[in-house]
């Protein structure tokens, strides 16, 4: 599975930003796609993931200023970066399992696949 992720840009606090992510084919009928970020100096934290039921999650830094959404028909998911803040400055990396437990979906080391970063930088 290769993912393709894009969206990323520059924008001033408080501004807003897409991504996209466009995995080459569904990893298996139960899958999980979401989003981990890496900023300067800092440990790669988890952002946000959706399952193949659609469940979403989020991580606290980004709950009620993030959404992520599916469109399984072509394989792709977004994340809307509303009410963005320099502290949300990093790249932002597409990852995806083929296989999901309830739970892990923050830990880097349950997704199979990983995409290439897109920049987001968020100046004050």
């Known amino acids: 599975v290769q993912l393709q992720a894009s969206g990323g840009g520059l924008v001033q606090a408080g501004g807003s930003l897409r991504l996209s992510c466009a995995a080459s084919?569904?990893?298996?009928?139960?899958?999980?796609m979401g989003w981990f970020r890496q900023a300067p100096g800092k440990e790669r934290e988890f952002v946000s993931a959706i399952s193949w039921t659609g469940g979403t999650y989020y991580a606290d830094s980004v709950k009620d200023r993030f959404t992520i959404s599916g469109e399984s028909t072509k394989n792709t998911v977004y994340l809307q970066m509303n009410s963005l803040k320099p502290e949300d400055t990093a790249v932002y990396s597409c990852?995806?399992?083929?296989?999901?437990?309830?739970?892990?979906?923050?830990?880097?080391?349950?997704?199979?696949?990983w995409g290439q970063g897109t920049l987001v930088t968020v100046s004050s």
């Open positions: 084919r569904r990893p298996s009928a139960r899958y999980i």
């Open positions: 990852v995806a399992s083929g296989t999901w437990y309830v739970g892990r979906h923050p830990k880097d080391w349950s997704y199979d696949y």
